[in-house]
């Protein structure tokens, strides 16, 4: 490869659109969204906490909070780290008391954030959920494609992103595929945030496309 073309590859590779402070305790992003499907206007709160022993490891911990009339309804944490260059997801946990659910990723999906465009990762990984009703196990296969840059313009102004297609793929008895789309900000206060995320029709469940309207994003 020469210098220009080695140039060019880091000009559009995917690395700035994660961005490493987003796991780091005292991180917080505020955000309100709109979609097509709904007229009311979703707030949400994530605050990157501390490390926390979980499935054998250490990652960091992130508090995510959906609000309804300034109340929060919605609690789930979810467990993961970048780690040589890699975003590695051990699990989540949703819910509270006897509500709880407590997710765990076998082996541990990790994705590389340095990817090219048109560059396709499959991980593939069992999901074990334990509640007070049990224990349910099903496989998971999820297509990570980074699509390339791509110039978006939305509520919060007109970017240059990442455009990422997931398309998740869950076994079992009802086998299930849901293909999500995401853009992520190269540079900018919003970096490393999805701004936009489209879930094309399927099973008879309509397009869904949200846009983050507002958005504060704050770190210690």
């Not at 590779?13 to 709904?38: H, I, K, W, Y």
């Not at 049990?134 to 999820?142: A, H, L, P, Y």
């Not at 853009?183 to 008879?204: C, E, H, K, L, M």
Request: hydrophobic share 30%; with cysteine.
């Amino acid at each position: 490869m020469t210098a220009a073309s080695a140039a060019y590859a880091a000009d559009v590779s995917s690395a700035p659109c994660t961005r490493e402070t987003d796991f780091q305790p005292g991180t917080v992003v505020m955000s309100e969204s709109r979609d097509n499907l709904s007229p009311t206007t979703s707030r949400s709160k994530t605050e990157t906490l501390a490390r926390e022993a979980f499935a054998g490891a250490d990652p960091v911990v992130s508090l995510h909070t959906s609000y309804l009339n300034n109340v929060p309804f919605y609690l789930t944490k979810t467990y993961a780290q970048i780690k040589d260059g890699q975003l590695i997801r051990y699990g989540d946990r949703h819910g509270d008391g006897a509500s709880l659910v407590t997710s765990t990723y076998s082996p541990p999906p990790a994705t590389p954030i340095d990817l090219q465009p048109g560059q396709t990762v499959t991980v593939n990984y069992k999901n074990k959920a334990q509640s007070a009703g049990g224990t349910v196990e099903f496989d998971i296969s999820e297509k990570l494609t980074y699509n390339g840059r791509e110039t978006l313009t939305t509520a919060l102004g007109t970017f240059d992103t990442c455009k990422f297609t997931n398309e998740i793929t869950t076994g079992g008895a009802a086998r299930q595929v849901v293909v999500v789309h995401n853009w992520f900000p190269v540079d900018g206060p919003y970096r490393g945030q999805s701004i936009r995320s489209v879930t094309p029709a399927f099973n008879g469940v309509p397009e869904r496309i949200s846009e983050i309207i507002n958005m504060k994003y704050s770190t210690r």
